[in-house]
């Protein structure tokens, strides 16, 4: 099977562009396997189409064949500053704020700066390589809530195992290699896809062939002693990561046994690390409290009460 954005791109060039004739952008963005370049037989099955976004100073229904190339064919037309309202709820003539920083789906970050643009009069593209990546100053906060989120919990598979239940234990394992996978995506500064192409997207990162095999090792444990033994490697692999790509001082690496119960754990000082790089007052204030992270992380913003208030008066 051909790729969909290929078909895409061969659709905008033969028969989009021809009908065209006011300066435009076009692309393929969104939502679709097609557009992170995932998509295979299977995803021919619904919703599989020769598609393009097209992208005009005043917006107008545009006609063109209902198939090509055997498949069905669409165009959406928008301006690009509706198109960006919509899909992440920013306006693309600003900056984007701290605040939206956090509040932007990762995976929608991701799906608007994937894909491709075919073709660019307006200025597309500059759009998107606002929103490449998180920077610098929140990439090094997120990084350090998303440590936080593993160091307190790496004891618990033991504590869990250790009065029987292994279950409980596994569970906790499985999402602690969640988030060491999500420490990865933002070492190598990926922004990471929905829960379809978490694992995909992961095997593809730079790290994902030396890493993943440690990761898959926790999973295939069945035993708390052997799951907590898993961990400590996983951690290490993530841990020798980050050093491996300087984004600080080199960590050191030790062993912890909280409270002198029989649990182990590995620790570097990763939060410490960062949160010295980081100049930005913002971030700086975001420190203060406890790192929170992004929107994914919502569970996180009820940690103090009075934040549990502010949310339920939003919902109120």
């Not at 490449?132 to 504590?159: F, K, Q, S």
Request: proline content about 6%; some cysteine; glycine content about 8%.
């Amino acid at each position: 099977m051909g790729s969909g954005l290929e078909l895409c791109r061969r659709f905008y060039a033969d028969v989009v562009r021809p009908l065209v004739d006011v300066p435009h952008s076009a692309a393929l963005m969104g939502r679709g396997s097609e557009v992170l370049g995932f998509d295979d037989e299977m995803s021919t099955d619904h919703n599989c189409e020769a598609r393009v976004l097209l992208f005009t100073e005043a917006p107008a229904e545009l006609q063109v064949p209902a198939e090509f190339e055997g498949r069905a064919a669409s165009v959406e037309v928008h301006t690009i500053r509706e198109y960006f309202r919509l899909q992440l709820g920013w306006d693309p003539v600003l900056v984007p704020t701290l605040a939206e920083w956090l509040t932007f789906p990762e995976s929608g970050l991701l799906m608007t700066t994937a894909g491709a643009v075919f073709h660019d009069d307006l200025g597309l593209q500059d759009v998107r390589d606002q929103l490449t990546y998180y920077p610098d100053d929140l990439w090094r906060y997120l990084m350090i809530a998303a440590w936080w989120r593993v160091h307190p919990e790496l004891n618990l598979t033991g504590r869990a195992g250790y009065v029987g239940d292994e279950l409980g234990s596994a569970l906790i394992g499985a999402h602690l290699v969640q988030d060491l996978m999500r420490l990865c995506f933002l070492i190598e500064r990926q922004y990471a896809p929905y829960s379809k192409w978490f694992g995909t997207a992961f095997s593809r990162l730079p790290c994902g062939p030396s890493i993943g095999p440690v990761l898959r090792d926790v999973l295939r444990t069945t035993t708390w002693q052997d799951r907590e033994e898993a961990l400590a490697a996983a951690y290490r692999a993530v841990g020798e990561l980050h050093n491996e790509r300087a984004i600080t001082a080199p960590v050191e690496l030790g062993i912890e046994q909280l409270w002198e119960r029989p649990f182990k754990v590995v620790w570097g000082d990763f939060p410490g690390a960062l949160a010295a790089g980081i100049q930005d007052p913002g971030v700086r204030r975001l420190l203060d409290r406890w790192p929170v992270g992004g929107i994914e992380q919502l569970r996180e913003l009820l940690h103090r009460v009075q934040d549990r208030r502010q949310l339920v008066a939003l919902l109120e």
